[in-house]
């Protein structure tokens, strides 16, 4: 019994501890507050307050709920007794995608040194140029504004499969909820998502925000299926893997979304090219594959779909426990090859010359085997390679016309253009790198 009063008071307590932070016992009082934004222009968040005397400083405070460092800011304002303050996040020059949520408060301090600071709230920044219509469960909110209900119904049901199949195959489940928009057009795709972005774009995955955006007009509903796979497994495998200290080889973090895309057979926009140089020969190396793509559209095909066969083969011969594993590993920040031979007990030369070997085809000849990549630990983010991840179509007119009898192109970016990257490795500074596709 005396167990239960403790504990009743210990919960009272904390109660009027959370109580005092919000009205402050020294006289402190926020009268006012809100915050309200335009997509790609402002959030803006205004506060009025007052206090027994001249309130001195007033702070604004935000950080990105899926991230760590926080944001202090100093706000001008007119000291007094009665405040009112204005912090505006201008998203011109800084950009957020849509989707993304803010955690924010403010810290007021008088002239006495008393302060108070105002309880943790979330704002939901959304693009509201579009009626967008959502449909929702605890893992994905799927939103889009052109297309009836079943267009949004099969593109939720779709990400809902992608995410069975990549913990039924690849042993990976989602850890944080994601949100997913859905742009009715290609222009209007490439207005939401930042300035100087490439024109065949066809989508990109915010991987710290936990936001995919995508291009999918109605007419190209088959493109969009596979696009929305294919960047929610970026998404779900960079919750699982991220650290510090390095990255996924490039042939496992593209090949596992081409899988995804379809565990059975590698998607026509691959095969194609795979097969014809698995016929004549001419594969390029996995250390090759281990960085950047190339840029070269027909060679980018190649290394997308080796990249999903090799992943295939992988889940095929060692298992789904094992993939499981190395992704394990590769979270720790693991070099390449030293997480290769933990979990499947091979180097990359003997992972490739097995693969090479089940295709029936030679080992790889010495003349092939350059020094082996390493992951860039260390690395600010601003290096990331311009040409890594090019669209494989060789097709990059962006043209609304072209765009509903023509495919855009696979979603793989080189993720976020320079200017968007900075805005994101300031808001990563802790982890010392952006992250991109
Ligand atoms: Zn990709």
Known sequence: MQKKIYSFALVLGMLLGLGVMVTAQNGLQVLEQS??????????????????????????????????????????????????????QDQTSTYFPPGTELEYWWKLTDANDDTLKTERQTYLYLDNRYPFKTLSNDRITLYWYKGDDEFGQELFDQANRALDQLEKNVGVALEDSLKIFIYGSHNDLLDAISVGAQEWTGGQAFTDYGVVVMGVSPGNLDWGLKATTHELTHLVIH????NPYGDLPRWLDEGLAVY??????????????????????????????????????????????E?????????????????????????????????????LGVDTRELDNAWRDSLGLPPIADAQVEAAPQPDSGSDGAEAEPDSGATPQSDSSSSEAQEESQSPSLPCLPGLTPIVALGVIAWNRRKGRASFF
């Open 35 to 88: 915050i309200e934004s335009e997509f790609r222009d402002h959030i803006t968040a205004r506060l009025s307050a007052e206090g027994p005397d001249e309130i001195t400083q007033v702070e604004f405070f935000y950080r990105v709920v899926s991230q760590k460092a926080t944001s202090r800011n100093v706000v001008d304002f007119e000291p007094g007794m009665t405040v009112e303050a204005e912090y505006i």
């Open 260 to 305: 995804n895309e379809d565990p059975e057979r590698l998607d026509s926009q691959f095969r194609h090219s795979f097969e014809a140089a698995v016929d004549s020969g001419s594969l390029m190396t996995l250390q090759t594959l281990s960085s950047s793509f190339p840029a070269d559209s027909n060679a980018a095909n190649l290394a997308y779909g």
């Open 307 to 343: 990249s999903g066969a090799v992943v295939k083969f992988i889940i095929d011969t060692y298992g789904t426990e094992a993939m499981a594993h190395l992704l394990d590993i590769f979270s720790e920040g693991s070099l390449y090859d030293d997480a290769l031979e933990e979990a």
């Open 239 to 242: 919750q699982a893997t991220d």
